[in-house]
DNA sequence: TGAAATACGGAGGTGCCCTCCGTTTATCAA
DNA sequence: TTGATAAACGGAGGGCACCTCCGTATTTCA
């Protein structure tokens, strides 16, 4: 009876606006403190809605996940293209992986937009997975186009590799020194196989 | 009535022998099938035994996983020896590094030994843990000492790195290749900052 | 205003974690 | 050999989380 192509649409329902805008709030709340394997029956608590509705509006985790961190992510690519146009092509590079880096580090919820890098079968993360991937890419060409350094890895590697200092850092006090390290030491290894 | 100086331990009991064993066999399998966050319920199934005695034996889930991967893990660390006897320093840590990786996403339960190297409070792979961070101490000091690379990294960050890789790289096929490449580029890194 | 569309929310089935404890079995001393 | 006893077995059960389903409540629109 409802042509997919149709018009008639209602307007959304103001409770389910009010809830889902709770849920958001509530997950945001409920991962910066749990982390990302938290029980989304407590998620659903906190926001006071029904476990139900929490499932209505985002069917897996991932969905929840996804729509509390795109803004995050959103925020990742914008930094680059105001790097790139600021700084020389590797430093805008070194810069944004800082940036990658801190985001997830903090935000540690967005390691699951790790996950979606690997091989988007987990289809949710696919916007912010793929966008994530133009950008790396993106930078990293604008080096090599300026011949500062050659590249023989796929960009995302240099990502996953971050994201593996994230996991496996765990709350050390020098963590971000270390990440710096890593990248620093990345870069020059790409700088080292530029053309001469 | 039991001083724990003692002696008069018995002889172990043969079921429990025969238990452990089973347990040790099902769970390689079932890990190896499912991954290292398969069903402890699955792993007493498979081997026979019921739920209680899994426990007993193990009474966590990583004491188990310590359980089937110190084997592979003391390989890992034995390859050491023998890569720094037949090799110059840097090839035997890129060769290393190579093997370390292919551990891991091999034997996909073993990703668990990387928490452990973040600061040991879930000390059951401290054993473990600890010997691989010596195991790959000494190799870059061996590469430091002999002039061919400095190092500013905590020589276990790049073992970090190459975890991200196999956490985030899932599945593509040429996961290998590109592990191999990201080990380069870091042993290119650390080179270009050795003493001229 | 009231019918139809939409959303709510929690009960309930499933599966897993881990503990506890009554039952069974192997060891060892007599 | 025997039987007392330490040790091990194994599963029932309480708790928690996941996710589905559907009767009830609310909102929209004609």
Same mark, same amino acid.
């Given at each position: 009876?409802?042509?997919?192509?149709?018009?008639?649409?209602?307007?959304?329902?103001?409770?389910?606006?009010?809830?889902?805008?709770?849920?958001?709030?509530?997950?945001?709340?409920?991962?910066?403190?749990?982390?990302?394997?938290?029980?989304?029956?407590?998620?659903?608590?906190?926001? =006071?809605?029904?476990?139900?509705?929490?499932?209505?509006?985002?069917?897996?985790?991932?969905?929840?996940?996804?729509?509390?961190?795109?803004?995050?992510?959103?925020?990742?690519?914008?930094?680059a293209?105001?790097?790139?146009?600021?700084?020389?092509p590797v430093?805008a590079l070194r810069?944004w992986m800082?940036?990658f880096?801190?985001?997830?580090?903090?935000?540690?919820?967005?390691?699951?937009?790790l996950?979606?890098l690997?091989? =988007?079968?987990?289809?949710?993360?696919?916007?912010?997975g793929a966008e994530t991937k133009r950008t790396i890419d993106f930078l990293v060409k604008n080096a090599v186009s300026?011949?500062?350094i050659a590249v023989d890895i796929e960009p995302l590697d240099l990502l996953r590799a971050l994201g593996?200092?994230?996991?496996?850092? =765990? =709350?050390?006090?020098?963590?971000?020194?270390?990440?710096?390290?890593?990248i620093?030491?990345m870069i020059?290894g790409l700088?080292?196989?530029?053309?001469?």
């Amino acid at each position: 009876m409802i042509d997919n192509a149709g018009k008639p649409t209602r307007k959304p329902r103001a409770d389910a606006a009010r809830n889902r805008a709770r849920l958001l709030d509530a997950a945001k709340a409920v991962f910066a403190e749990r982390g990302g394997a938290a029980s989304l029956e407590e998620v659903a608590r906190t926001a =006071g809605v029904g476990i139900g509705t929490l499932y209505r509006h985002f069917p897996t985790r991932d969905a929840l996940i996804e729509a509390v961190y795109r803004n995050e992510s959103d925020q990742l690519v914008r930094a680059a293209s105001e790097l790139a146009a600021s700084r020389p092509p590797v430093e805008a590079l070194r810069e944004w992986m800082r940036l990658f880096f801190n985001y997830m580090s903090v935000k540690h919820g967005m390691m699951e937009l790790l996950d979606s890098l690997a091989d =988007g079968k987990s289809s949710l993360y696919a916007a912010s997975g793929a966008e994530t991937k133009r950008t790396i890419d993106f930078l990293v060409k604008n080096a090599v186009s300026a011949g500062e350094i050659a590249v023989d890895i796929e960009p995302l590697d240099l990502l996953r590799a971050l994201g593996g200092m994230v996991q496996y850092g =765990g =709350g050390r006090d020098d963590e971000e020194a270390a990440a710096h390290a890593l990248i620093d030491i990345m870069i020059a290894g790409l700088q080292a196989k530029r053309p001469r």
